[in-house]
């Protein structure tokens, strides 16, 4: 059983009843000149960096954009009205647990109201937008949760 852990070492308790300490090395240092490893996860392409901050692989963008059957299994989008009834942004619905818009950080019920500055009141609004994936290094995405703002940022990787 480990009694104690300090820098350096590990205290371990045995089945007698001894106690034996064990010195720790620590890591070696990575070389300096190395390449930063890529921050998406090649599985599935999204790598989750904060509450509403992911990573995406470009490839990944790219099958979206080019093929609509790929797109069409994120979930579902309908047009919102906002309160003065005039549409203010789509309501996402159909986002299963492992699907890739919840890997992106997105619910069911959420109401995305802007992509990259694009808002998104009407078809050709929201066409423009995902246009703008093509060759985008980020996307700013503004959407709403249960009445509250929220800014979900994507850094194509």
Same mark, same amino acid.
């Given at each position: 059983?480990?009694?104690?852990?300090?820098?350096?070492?590990?205290?371990?308790?045995? !089945?007698? &009843?001894?106690?034996?300490?064990?010195?720790?090395?620590?890591?070696?240092?990575?070389?300096?000149?190395?390449?930063?490893?890529?921050?998406?996860?090649?599985?599935?392409?999204?790598?989750?960096?904060? /509450?509403?901050?992911?990573?995406?692989?470009?490839?990944?963008?790219?099958?979206? /954009?080019?093929?609509?059957?790929?797109?069409?299994?994120?979930?579902?989008?309908?047009?919102?009205?906002?309160?003065?009834?005039?549409?203010?942004?789509?309501?996402?619905?159909?986002?299963?647990?492992?699907?890739?818009?919840?890997?992106?950080?997105?619910r069911?019920?959420?109401?995305?109201?802007?992509v990259?500055?694009?808002?998104? /009141?009407?078809?050709? !609004?929201?066409?423009?937008?995902?246009?703008?994936?093509?060759?985008?290094?980020?996307?700013?995405?503004?959407?709403?949760?249960? &009445?509250?703002?929220?800014?979900? /940022?994507?850094?194509?990787?």
């Amino acid at each position: 059983m480990v009694v104690a852990i300090a820098q350096g070492q590990v205290t371990l308790r045995r !089945a007698d &009843g001894r106690e034996q300490l064990l010195p720790v090395d620590p890591p070696d240092d990575p070389p300096e000149s190395s390449p930063p490893a890529p921050r998406a996860s090649r599985r599935d392409g999204v790598e989750r960096l904060g /509450t509403d901050h992911v990573a995406v692989d470009r490839d990944l963008i790219d099958r979206l /954009t080019n093929d609509p059957s790929e797109l069409a299994r994120l979930g579902r989008a309908r047009a919102h009205r906002g309160p003065g009834g005039e549409v203010d942004g789509y309501r996402l619905s159909g986002i299963g647990r492992r699907s890739l818009g919840r890997k992106l950080g997105l619910r069911s019920g959420d109401v995305v109201h802007a992509v990259e500055g694009h808002d998104l /009141t009407s078809m050709s !609004a929201a066409m423009k937008a995902w246009n703008a994936l093509r060759d985008a290094d980020a996307v700013e995405v503004e959407f709403s949760r249960r &009445g509250a703002k929220r800014t979900l /940022t994507v850094d194509i990787i």
